[in-house]
């Protein structure tokens, strides 16, 4: 069974970091580029930044970039998003999304984590 | 405001067909396949269909994808009462060394 399990989200003020986990299972990790899309509650999708497979390849959206920092541990089958000087913008689902090499679409999706910025 | 532009909603009776509208650029539709995610409220999105009708096991084939020059469509025949729910198209875009972009989304009803 395939599984993308998000954890570490929770409420943070203005300007504190926040590190994201996601551990996979049920596919060759290795085999996807990794990425986190997110979702302020009730509004549309944001894709936030995407690591590919060996690590060799990664792209932040304008809005985190130089904040937000995409990592992977394929040893661990895990991605991570560690996440510096927090706005409250920055509010929303985050999930944890793959992407097989060879395709243009995002599949497996995680159930999402919920990071609330607010003071 | 989304870089690719669908519209907030869409509606149709059971058995009807419907059609939803993703509209971008050169950069991104043009260029790129084009992706379908539908989500049901309170949960993750999921994978539906791509522009070359790429499905994922389980998707039924009254679901169908099509892409012509910066513009793509996802269309529904048989409309059924468990289709209502968001439905987002994205794509990747070629521009400022390339990243993903979405539609703002289409809240198809089933009346």
């Known amino acids: 069974e395939v599984q993308l399990v998000e954890s570490g989200g929770g409420l943070v003020q203005p300007g504190r970091s926040l590190r994201l986990s996601c551990v996979v299972s049920?596919?060759?990790?290795?085999?996807?580029?990794m990425h986190w899309v997110r979702q302020v509650p009730g509004k549309g999708l944001e894709w936030v930044s995407g690591?590919?497979?060996?690590?060799?390849?990664?792209g932040y959206a304008d809005s985190v970039k130089g904040r937000f920092t995409i990592s992977r541990d394929n040893a661990k089958n895990s991605l991570y998003l560690q996440m510096n000087s927090l706005k409250p913008e920055d509010t929303a689902f985050y999930y944890c999304?793959?992407?097989?090499?060879?395709?243009?679409?995002?599949?497996?999706w995680g159930q999402g984590a919920l990071v609330t910025v607010s003071s | 405001q989304s870089v690719l532009t669908q519209p907030p909603s869409a509606s149709g009776t059971p058995g009807q067909r419907v059609t939803i509208s993703c509209s971008g650029s050169?950069?991104?539709?043009?260029?790129?396949?084009v992706s379908w995610y539908r989500q049901l409220p309170g949960t993750a999105p999921k994978f539906l269909i791509s522009?070359?009708?790429q499905r994922p096991p389980g998707v039924p084939d009254r679901f169908s994808g099509s892409k012509s020059g910066t513009s793509a469509s996802l269309a529904i025949r048989g409309l059924q009462f468990d289709d209502e729910a968001d439905y987002y198209c994205?794509?990747?875009?070629?521009?400022?060394?390339?990243?993903?972009?979405f539609g703002g989304g289409t809240k198809l009803t089933v009346l």
């Open positions: 999304v793959g992407q097989l090499w060879s395709f243009q679409w995002f599949d497996p």
């Open positions: 049920g596919f060759t990790f290795e085999d996807y580029a």
């Open positions: 690591i590919s497979g060996e690590s060799d390849t990664i």
């Open positions: 050169s950069s991104n539709i043009g260029s790129n396949t």
């Open positions: 522009s070359n009708n």
């Open positions: 994205a794509a990747w875009d070629d521009r400022l060394n390339g990243h993903w972009v």
